[in-house]
Each structure stands twice: as C-alpha cells, then as structure tokens.
C-alpha cells in the first residue's frame, strides 16, 4: 500500500512536520521517516483523533434503537473528528461496533444501573441494592472496563434529587468493580450523593454540579475524574419547568445548580480534577456535536489548549491510548485548514478525518444544537 503524507504543525507541541501514514488496513501506523512515492492528502493543523467521552451509541430519547441508528450516532461522531467514543450506558448491545474499521473505537459501559422507578424508562437495569455487586460484575464482564451507575434522580417521595444507593452497596460494587478490571463512573446532578460515591472509591463522576470545595479536595487525593458535559447542563432550566409544577423543590433545585455551574466545574478544574469533554449525545442531544463541547468548556474558563486537551490528546491517554501521534501510534488524526487553539470554532469544519489510517467523513459538520450560549 502506499504510504500517505500529511503535512502540518502536529498537536499538541505543535512543532511542523511530514507526517506519514504506513501499513495496511487494520494496521496503519505514523511514521516521520520521509517514505519515497508518498502522495500529499492534506496540509494543515493536525490534531490526534477527536474524543467524545460521555455519549450514548444504541440509545434515544425512548431506549435502545436499532443498529442501522446506532451506526448513524457513530458516523455523526466520526464526521464531526470523534474517533473515540466512551459510551457512558445503552440498553442494547453495541460491540459489532468493534469489527467496522470505518466506526469510530468504541469503549462501552453496558447498560446503566438504577432502582426501579429512579431514572429515564426503558434504560437502565433497576435493580436493588443488595442486586448491584452482581450486577456490577455482569456490565464489567460485557462492557469495555467501565460500568455506569445512577448515582442520583428524582425522589418522589421527597420531591427532589436523591441518592440511589447506600454506602454499603456501593462500597460492594466498586470493590467487583475494579475486582473484574473496570473503572466505575456515575451521573449525579446534585450534591447528596457525592460523598458516598466519591468516598466507596469510584473512578469517575458524569456532570458532577453538585461538587463542594471538601469533595473536589478528595477527588483530587483520589484521583477521581470529571467529565461535566457542560452543553447538557445548560438543559437543567428546561427540566426545572417540565417537572417544577410536581415536583417544586427539584425544580429549584435545578435552577440552583445551573445557576452555579460555571463556578463549580471551574473550582474544581482550578484544584486539579482532570476533566474531559463528552456531550451527553444520545438521548434529547444529537451525535456529532463535540467542537460544541470544546467551546463551550473554553466559555466557563479552561483555555483553549486545555479545552482541545480534554477532547483529544489527553482523553485519549485516559481512555487507555496513549499514543498521541508519536512514532509508530494508530494513524487516527484530524486535519483542520486553521489553527484550533488560536479559534476553537475552527474544530467544527475538520479538513481531513483519518480513522485506522484511512481518509473518511466529511467536511464541515458544523456546531448545530452545540454551539455556545451565554453563560
């Protein structure tokens, strides 16, 4: 096969070179050794492949789709430069996924854990406390080393956000967890449920608008990731209103962490919670939608290097490749005609999508329902 050139400064030390593109399908690697013959694809800033770390391949707004949908979720997140995918929950079974080259790299969670009647319907698998060590076990076995818990949702009884588990079961089920090679993540909107979650030794926290200074010091110690899906949170009014007439107390509730996001997700970003970007698409948000994130990350405050880090190069090494276009690396890249880091809207017209070593996608996706309000 011959070899493939792409020329232009490489994130992110940003230095220009001649980059190559070697071997077959299936086993394309980077090279910077000059390769006689090699035909120029694309010129320009050149970034490792794109990361949306929290969607939901196989899922809508109603539950599982079929698997004609969920190749189109795929190929959305695939145009828009997301050649790596952290599905965070879908009730269907994703994993053909992995046998298509021209999809992005999948890696799944199974399917969501929650008490009956204690999240969306028709997603998760409600279960018991005394259930979720087993259960545990089971998503660690079918997923791609996480699993993905409810950690807080409506109460009916209280009218407002609460914890879904007791400390004794989520201290069992991390313990499987990570027993069976899997790290745990969970969605929580506000603050009870946190220092449970935090405190049984989870790996991660989804959304996470209920963090307090004492709890962002120990995710910290712990090492304990975030990953805000900040265009999802700026759905939280909307949900206020559809449920405020209910249920009152949850819908200030929601006000009052919208209202208070920023500061929250900044604090914690300032005391050095890694934080990663992932658009919550797949269920009311569309696939495709991750130059969105990035800018928005960069509207609450992180520069534009670490909003471009937290979807690319740095989400990559936390997701277990760690490559980043070094020599002999997994040729997936993205080519944009401009420099993100000087415009991160640059992100949503990628030039060139190079998955495995092959040119897919298309031009110019645009930032749709992603692009950036006010905060």
């Not at 545990?136 to 993905?148: I, S």
Request: charged share 25%; hydrophobic share 40%; aromatic share 6%.
């Amino acid at each position: 096969m011959t070899a493939m050139r792409f020329r232009g400064p490489v994130l992110p030390d940003g230095e220009p070179r001649d980059l190559y593109v070697v071997g077959g399908p299936g086993a394309a690697t980077v090279t910077y050794e000059p390769q006689p013959g090699a035909e120029l694809v694309a010129e320009g800033w050149i970034v490792p492949g794109l990361v949306d770390a929290h969607c939901h391949v196989g899922l809508d707004e109603h539950g599982g789709v079929t698997d004609a949908e969920a190749e189109q979720q795929a190929i959305a997140d695939r145009d828009a430069g997301a050649l790596l995918l952290r599905d965070c929950g879908s009730p269907v079974d994703t994993s053909w996924v992995h046998d298509r080259d021209d999809l992005p790299r999948l890696v799944r969670a199974g399917r969501h854990l929650a008490r009956p009647r204690r999240y969306i319907r028709n997603y998760a698998h409600e279960i018991e406390p005394q259930e979720l060590p087993a259960y545990v076990a089971q998503e660690a076995q079918r997923g791609d080393g996480w699993v993905k818990l409810v950690g807080d949702w409506i109460d009916r009884e209280s009218g407002d956000l609460a914890p879904l588990w007791p400390r004794d079961a989520l201290d069992a089920a991390m313990r499987v967890a990570h027993e069976h090679g899997a790290r745990v993540t969970a969605h929580v909107f506000g603050e009870a449920a946190l220092r449970d979650l935090i405190g049984s030794g989870i790996d991660c926290i989804e959304h996470g608008t209920g963090l307090s200074t004492d709890l962002v010091e120990e995710m910290v110690a712990n090492g304990v990731s975030l990953v805000p899906t900040a265009m999802q949170l700026r759905n939280f009014p909307k949900y206020a209103e559809q449920a405020g007439a209910k249920f009152p107390a949850y819908g200030e509730h929601m006000i009052d962490l919208h209202r208070r996001r920023r500061d929250t997700i900044m604090a914690a970003h300032e005391a050095g919670v890694p934080i990663y970007a992932g658009t919550d698409a797949g269920g009311v948000l569309p696939h495709g939608q991750i130059a969105g994130e990035v800018l928005e990350l960069a509207a609450y405050g992180l520069t534009a290097f670490e909003a471009l880090g937290a979807a690319s190069w740095r989400a990559r090494t936390w997701l277990g490749l760690d490559d980043n276009l070094a020599e002999g690396a997994t040729a997936d890249f993205v080519v944009y005609d401009a420099d993100p880091l000087g415009d991160l809207s640059v992100l949503a017209e990628p030039g060139c999508v190079v998955l495995r070593g092959r040119p897919v996608g298309r031009r110019g996706v645009g930032l749709g329902s992603g692009a950036v309000t006010d905060l």
